[in-house]
Structures are given as structure tokens and as C-alpha cells.
């Protein structure tokens, strides 16, 4: 009776198809979460979330020991070249980055964060990280490497993910939509 047999878990599916991994689905939702904390807090001391964006890659590369440019900031954050400036000008005048003439050549523009932009920072990130630290506390040694195993691969993933949806460049931000002009009246 082999021509009967029961085609067991290898057979096709009965039932609708299978969404998501859970943990995708968490991922997704501690994305959104994320987010909805930066504009929350961030709104507090009047910065967008692409201000804290940017404050975070100078950081960053600051960190790295990198000179942080207005390119560098513009192709990190996707933005076209008015938006950075309008961007920079905006952090300058809340007092969180300065504008310096590199040593080396006088022509480009360094960016550095001020003193006010690590204490807004500290402000604005101090009760997630309290709230993180005290989650992160019922966890074991073993357990937070296994999981930073497992963010550093869904990292890689995402950044994986961008650059195939952008055809192999990596730094290459979506052209901007294009909506049609209309047509002037006669």
C-alpha cells in the first residue's frame, strides 16, 4: 500500500501559509517601539528623530577616530545636500554640533558634537537605558551573548537586505519618488 502512504510533515501545507518567524515579528515590533521612544523623547527637547539619527553617526565615527564631514553625514543618513545643510544648520543653532576648519585643509568642514548635545543625549536616552539595563538584568551571562549573537546577525541581515534593494550600492539612498506636475491651464 505504498501508493496510500500518509505524506506526514513533508507533505504540502493544509492550512494558509506561515507568516513570519515570532521573532521577526518582535524584531518588527521593538523597531517601531524604538521609534515611537525617539519622537516621544526626542520631541521633548525639540529634536526630530533625524537630528538624534545624526548625532548618533557622529558620534560613532568620533568614537572611531574618523573626521566627520557634512558628505560623510549626508551619505550615512541618505540625505540630499540641502537636507544635510539644513540638517547641520539645525543642530548648530540648538547648540548641539559645531562647525570646525580641519587642521590639515583648511576647505573641509569637521563636525563636532558639543558638550549640550551629550547631555540632551544622556537626558533623552537615560530612562530607556535604565528600563533596558533593569530587562536585561533577569537574563543570564550565556543568555545576553546568545542574543547579541542574534541582533549582530539580524544587523548584518538588514544592512544585507538595503544593499540588495539597492542594487548592490550600499550607500546609494531610493530615488526620490517623482510626482507628476500638472499641467498649467490655458
Same mark, same amino acid.
Not at 9 to 17: A, E, L, N, R, V
Not at 32 to 61: C, F, P, S, W
Not at 98 to 104: A, T, V
Not at 167 to 177: F, M
Given at each position: 500500500?505504498?501508493? +496510500?502512504?500518509? &505524506? ?20 518588527? $515590533? #521593538?523597531?517601531?517601539?524604538? +521609534?515611537r ?13 533625524? =537630528?538624534? +539619527? ?11 577616530? +574618523? ?17 544635510t ?20 585643509d ?8 558639543? &558638550? ?8 533623552? #536616552?537615560?530612562p ?14 550565556? $543568555? ?26 550600499? =550607500? ?9 506636475r ?5
Amino acid at each position: 500500500m505504498a501508493g +496510500n502512504a500518509d &505524506p506526514g510533515p513533508q507533505g504540502p501545507p493544509s492550512g494558509p501559509p506561515a507568516g513570519p518567524h515570532p521573532l521577526v515579528l518582535l524584531l518588527q $515590533e #521593538f523597531t517601531l517601539e524604538a +521609534n515611537r521612544y525617539v519622537d516621544t523623547a526626542g520631541g521633548q527637547k525639540d529634536m526630530h528623530r533625524t =537630528d538624534l +539619527n545624526a548625532l548618533a553617526v557622529i558620534m560613532r565615527h568620533t568614537a572611531k577616530g +574618523n573626521v566627520v564631514t557634512p558628505g560623510l553625514l549626508r551619505k550615512e543618513l541618505h540625505l540630499s545636500s540641502p537636507a544635510t545643510t539644513a540638517l547641520i544648520d539645525r543642530l548648530d543653532h540648538s547648540g548641539h554640533v559645531i562647525r570646525e576648519r580641519h587642521g590639515s585643509d583648511r576647505r573641509q568642514v569637521q563636525l563636532k558634537m558639543t &558638550p549640550k548635545a551629550f547631555q540632551d543625549g544622556g537626558t533623552i #536616552f537615560a530612562p530607556l537605558a535604565r528600563q533596558m539595563g533593569t530587562a536585561m538584568a533577569a537574563f543570564t551571562p550565556e $543568555e545576553l551573548e546568545t542574543a547579541s549573537r542574534f541582533m549582530t546577525a539580524m544587523v548584518e541581515a538588514t544592512v544585507a537586505a538595503r544593499e540588495e534593494s539597492s542594487g548592490g550600492h550600499p =550607500d546609494t539612498p531610493a530615488p526620490p519618488t517623482q510626482h507628476p506636475r500638472p499641467h498649467p491651464t490655458r
